[in-house]
């Protein structure tokens, strides 16, 4: 009888800034690139196939794997924000053990005993949907991107379309600043049902997971609205469809402009429109949504 082998691959979790920045220096040396991807943790399906683009247009990826808390607004959501890193790092060595490395520092180690954001300027893309929302949260998104920016040294940078307004945020601050990497959006990575894949999917309740997909199912709607009735006519139409949900609290409902993402008044043809929800599903606050043209 022969003994089982067992390989267990090992992957690089560094948690202070010290030895990443070390790590790096060594790859750039080596003339590698590297491609980061910056999420929360509770991995999903949806970050994987940020990592695997990343992979493929990069000879390393980077996972950060950070809540951050300047970009809360609310303490119990921040509490309750799922951490589980080490199931984060067994997923992603289902991916690639030898070609990933993440990055999960302390708050302490990235903010230095002071958590407080810059304040950006990001043209007025922070006042519309969120940023009305979540006071602060994209000043909060622009500090510790821009941290890991320095830190990481990405050549590239992924993020998807599911915080389509984080997307376009981050586009005005690498614009702003100057820096020098490259920002690439990803597509919405969906359950079967058309539920957008999220972190904040595990606090649901067996019934808020069962309704959920209503969200994508009205946006499909709204879609489908769009190519015959004005904006208003569609937010209104939205707005009576939530009503008779009782499960789920609309938040807000916009059509806007996707480079501005000013409310849209009057269709013009050579503009991209995108419709947006947030919901709340009991406590959970879910996102989502849909190109329109
Ligand atoms: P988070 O951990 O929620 O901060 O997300 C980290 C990154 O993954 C962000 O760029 C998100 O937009 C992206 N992301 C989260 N969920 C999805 C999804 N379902 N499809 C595509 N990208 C996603």
Redesign the pocket.
Known sequence: MFAAVIFYSIMFVYKKKENITKAIKSIREDGLTIGL?????ALHE??L??VIKALQDNDKAVVSVFVNPTQFDNSEDLEKYPRTLENDVDLLKTVNADDIIVYAPTVEDIYEGKAVSESFDFDGLEFEMEGKFRHGHFDGVGTIVKRFFEIVKPHKAY?????FQ?LQIIRKLVEKYELPVEVIG?????ETNGL????RNTRLTPEHLNVAPFIYKTLKSAKVKFGTKSANKIAEWVENQFKKNNLLKLEYFLVADASTLKPVKRKSKNKKYRAFIAAYAGEVRLIDNIALN
């Open positions: 991807v910056p999420t929360m943790g949806g970050h196939q940020l993020f998807g379309e599911k915080d984080q990803c597509k919405i990575h969906r957008a894949m999220s972190s």
